[in-house]
């Protein structure tokens, strides 16, 4: 399973602090690290399937939130 994160040098405009923050920050999206520590250890498949499950609620309902946010600051423009 390959995953390729890259951060060139004309989307930071050739500042090299930049660029790390950038790739960091592309690296926590698709959660690579967590991957790695997830497999360091074995996890039984329920527990898997549960943490899933917890994580993907978690996401709606933070998309949830995030819409309801936004629609409450268009209702009061």
């Not at 991957?35 to 949830?64: G, I």
């Amino acid at each position: 399973m390959g995953i390729n994160v890259a951060v060139k040098a004309k989307e930071c405009r050739g500042n090299h602090e930049k660029m790390i923050r950038r790739f960091v920050k592309k690296c926590k999206k698709e959660r690579i690290i967590e991957k790695y520590k997830d497999r360091q250890r074995y996890k039984k498949p329920s527990d898997a399937k549960r943490q899933k499950r917890q994580r993907a609620a978690r996401e709606r309902k933070r998309e949830e939130l995030k819409k309801k946010r936004l629609l409450e600051k268009r209702q009061k423009k």
